[in-house]
């Protein structure tokens, strides 16, 4: 009998487009992981709402988003590729689970902290809750792993809290989640200012290579990277946080070790350095970007696999559910 695999749930914010560090932090890693796992993974739309959207754009780039997860390599017929606000599930345990959060562990996110410092005029309760309904995200589908960078481990952290919590009331209800983090690519820093994550709200368009960037942007944004002023391409985050954020792209697409890479770049300025990062960027990127431009003329097809798979993952998500509210008593008839 084969033996039944376990579940891998994961899933990204439907805002624009993705960076360079979704790709190498999580999408790239979610690929080669889906053949061992059976795999969820979400558009995540519900979370999007926290920050003010344009309905239109909005809608675009959350479908866009579902193109990406497939032109990455995510097959929707062997993963359930589906988005989050289509299955009401993840609203009504995010619910039952605010009640099982304390408000002391959801002052402690520094995520919250961060987004609530920069959107002065709209800190709402959704943003306060967030990590809650990731934990609801997680926990309906019984995953056992969930990839992502190295910015969503507390929240990843919450969730089992919040699972083992409810398990220690309730009996056996949730499996406890494992993060995956990967060791490279989990933390891909901006090209402007590698002290800071590489994010898609970066002021500087510079920053954060998209992956819809073509050739020549990718290639000129590495050339702009910020480095330091030695000439030694040498690993060292601390006092060469730039450089060592160039190692750590290059590393993660070409599969190379950091001392290889050091190796290679021996005696070699950093312009050589930064242009050969860019061209492997670019090769690793245009594929993608082709598959992609193919499926955003395939409505049809991209419209049936969302359909099939928001039943598919809804079926999962309600069997949980049920469990849920008959264990906390809510009334049946
Ligand atoms: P989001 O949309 O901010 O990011 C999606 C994924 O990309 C990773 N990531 C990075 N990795 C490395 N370097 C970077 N610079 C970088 N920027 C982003 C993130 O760690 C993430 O894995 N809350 C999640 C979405 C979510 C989710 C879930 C994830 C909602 N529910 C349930 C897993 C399970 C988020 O905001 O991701």
């Keep these: 009998m084969e033996k039944e695999k376990k579940i891998l749930y994961s899933g990204m914010q439907a805002t624009n487009t993705l960076t360079l560090g979704n790709y190498l932090g999580a999408l790239k890693n979610w690929v080669h992981l889906s053949e061992e796992y059976d795999c969820y993974y979400g558009v995540m739309d519900l979370h999007s709402l926290t920050v003010r959207q ?47 959060t304390y408000m002391g562990e959801l002052n402690r996110m520094t995520q919250f902290k961060d987004k609530a410092a920069k959107h002065t ?35 990843l952290e919450i969730c089992r809290d919040i ?34 994550k590489m994010s898609k709200s970066d002021e500087n368009p510079n ?15 590495f050339k702009r990277a910020v480095t330091d002023s030695e000439s030694e391409v040498r690993f060292d985050p601390e006092t060469k946080p730039g450089v060592s954020n160039l190692i750590n792209i290059y590393s993660c ?28 960027v670019a090769d690793e990127l245009a594929p993608l970007q082709k598959r992609y431009n193919e499926l955003m003329t395939e409505k049809t097809y991209l419209e049936e696999r969302i359909r099939e798979n928001d039943q ?22």
């Excluded at 934990?135 to 481990?153: E, N």
């Excluded at 490279?184 to 901006?190: D, L, N, P, V, Y």
């Excluded at 954060?208 to 000129?220: I, Q």
């Design 54 to 100: 344009d309905p239109a754009a909005f809608r675009k780039n959350a479908k866009s988003l579902y193109a990406l997860y497939v032109a990455a390599g995510l097959s929707p017929e062997e993963n359930i590729l589906y988005f989050q606000s289509h299955v009401s599930a993840h609203a009504e345990l995010a619910w039952i689970l605010n009640c099982f």
């Design 121 to 155: 005029d709209n800190v709402n309760a959704g943003l306060y809750t967030y990590p809650v309904l990731m934990a609801a995200d997680i926990l309906l589908y019984q995953a056992d792993l969930v990839p992502v960078g190295a910015d969503q481990k507390q929240h």
């Design 163 to 196: 699972a083992a919590r409810f398990n220690g009331i309730y009996g056996d209800v949730f499996t406890i989640p494992e993060p995956y983090i990967a060791k490279t690519g989990a933390k891909i820093q901006s090209l402007s200012d590698p002290e800071k």
């Design 207 to 221: 920053g954060a290579v998209l992956l819809l960037d073509d050739r020549d942007t990718v290639l000129r944004k």
């Design 253 to 280: 697409v070409t599969g190379r070790s950091k001392e290889d890479i050091e190796k290679e770049f021996e005696g070699k300025g950093y312009g050589d350095f930064k242009a050969a990062v860019g061209e492997v």
């Design 312 to 333: 598919k993952a809804s079926y999962a998500a309600n069997k949980t559910l049920r469990k849920v509210r008959k264990k906390v008593g809510l009334t049946e008839v």
